[in-house]
């Protein structure tokens, strides 16, 4: 049974695995605008493409923890708004024509859908990543894969190997 789930994990490729329906961001949206939609559908990241669908770039969580420190004052600061305005409490304004495109990653970890899902894994631990961006020849996002996408596919398969050959001993289950 080890050998058969080993080959029907090494069949397995990104795009049967992946999250077909990606999220993307405009490159000439606000990064308010981007904070709602990776609200809205839960997300952390997403690729950012530009006016003619083409991946440009990538946004993630990230981005918008270095935005909000970059829009901190420095300690001086603190101390001179404290003393200039001591019954006012500090708090972060959006910076005048802070675009997705200010704030992005040019770079972009991406994988092809005929990848393996092991060749994945790898670019994974490589890059210290935890998803990628699946680009088609066109360079259009078609889909993205996570490390709990590649997780979840090797317990299905072990799963479905287990159910196949019930004969065979049960593993001892360790939580």
Known sequence: ??????????????????????????????????ARLFTENHVSS???VDELGHC?????????????????PSNEDKLQLVRSASDQAYHCVPVDNDYVRQRMSPAVQS???????????????NEHIHRLFVI????HPIGVI???????????????METQAPHLPARSQQN
């Open 136 to 139: 088609d020849p066109k360079n």
């Open 1 to 34: 049974m080890a050998t058969q789930t080993i080959d029907r994990l090494a069949a397995l490729r990104v795009g049967d695995v992946m999250t077909k329906d990606v999220l993307t961001v405009e490159v000439n949206q606000t990064m308010p605008e981007a």
């Open 46 to 48: 997403a690729p950012v």
């Open 146 to 160: 996570s490390t709990m996408d590649i997780v979840a596919a090797m317990v299905n398969v072990i799963d479905e």
């Open 111 to 125: 994988i092809d859908a005929d990848a393996s899902l092991l060749r994945a894994s790898r670019v994974m631990c």
């Open 56 to 72: 440009v770039g990538v946004l993630t969580a990230t981005d918008f923890v270095k935005r909000e420190s970059s829009l901190m």
